[in-house]
C-alpha cells in the first residue's frame, strides 16, 4: 500500500506542445481518454525539483531534495480530469524504486542537474536506467514578464491546474491519486532547449513549432494514497 506524501515543486518550467489527439490516443491505456484543449491534445515536458519529500505527517526537515523531469498529457476517466504520465527521470535510486513499486508510476533514475544561472535555471538530466530507452534533456529557462494566477478555462489554467493523475498497475488496473495545493502563481517563460529527447523516448514523434511555456517558482502539494479506479 502507498503512503500519502508530502513535498515542494521549486523552480518549475511547464513546456507545451499541441498536438493531434490521435498521436496521444494510441499511447493511452484504453481506460482514458484525451482530455484536449480547443481541439487538440497538449504534450508538456516538466523540469523542476522536488523539496523535502516524505511520507505526510513527518517534518519538512527530514525530506530529501530530488530534481525531477517528466513527459505528461491530459487525459479524462468518466469526466474526472487529470494527468498521465508517460515517463518520470529522477535524481536517487531509491525514490525511483519506491515510486515505481508503491505508486505504480514509471520513474526512471537519471543523472539530473539544476542550477540558477545569470541565463536563468539550467537544467540537464540523463537517464541511466538499467534497460529503459535513452533520454536526454538539456536546457535553460527564466520567467518573464508579471506574475498572474490562471483564469479559469484558460489555456495556462488547463495546463497546470490538474489536481488528480492517473496510472496503471502492471495487470493494467487503473489507479490515480489526488493532489491538494494553492493554485499556481505563473509567469510567461523563455526556454532555451538544446537537446529533448523524451517524445522519442516515448515513442512520439518530436512535435513541430515552439512550445508554450510558463514558470513557476512553486508550490507545497499533498498527495493522497495511490488507490484502484472503482
Known amino acids: 500500500m502507498s503512503l500519502p506524501i508530502a513535498m515542494g515543486w521549486r523552480h518549475l518550467l ?48 527530514v525530506g530529501v531534495d530530488l530534481p525531477e523531469l517528466n513527459l ?3 487525459v479524462s476517466r468518466d469526466g474526472e480530469p487529470g494527468v498521465y504520465f508517460f515517463s518520470l527521470d529522477a535524481a536517487g535510486a ?26 536563468g535555471i539550467a537544467f540537464t538530466s540523463e537517464r541511466r536506467h538499467p ?32 489536481y488528480r493523475y492517473y496510472t496503471t498497475a502492471r495487470d493494467g488496473t487503473l489507479r490515480y491519486a489526488d493532489i491538494d495545493h494553492e493554485p499556481w502563481t505563473l509567469r510567461a517563460a523563455t526556454a532555451e532547449i538544446e537537446r529533448n529527447t523524451l517524445f522519442e523516448a516515448n515513442g512520439f514523434d518530436a512535435p513541430a513549432g515552439t512550445p508554450v511555456c510558463y514558470y513557476s517558482r512553486g508550490v507545497d502539494i499533498a498527495s493522497s494514497r495511490n488507490r484502484r479506479w472503482g
Open 72 to 74: 505528461r498529457t491530459y
Open 14 to 61: 511547464f513546456a507545451n506542445w499541441p498536438v493531434d489527439p490521435a498521436v496521444v490516443s494510441e499511447r493511452l491505456p484504453d481506460s482514458l481518454t484525451v482530455e484536449p484543449y480547443d481541439g487538440r491534445a497538449w504534450l508538456s515536458v516538466v523540469p523542476y525539483l522536488n523539496v523535502d519529500v516524505r511520507p505526510r505527517g513527518v517534518p519538512a526537515s
Open 94 to 119: 531509491l525514490g525511483v524504486v519506491g515510486a515505481r513499486l508503491f505508486h505504480r508510476l514509471p520513474y526512471y533514475y537519471a543523472d539530473i542537474e539544476i542550477a540558477a544561472t545569470d541565463r
Open 131 to 162: 534497460g529503459a530507452s535513452p533520454a536526454e534533456f538539456a536546457g535553460t529557462y527564466e520567467p518573464v514578464g508579471d506574475a498572474f494566477t490562471p483564469a479559469p478555462g484558460s489555456l495556462a489554467a488547463f495546463l497546470t491546474e490538474h
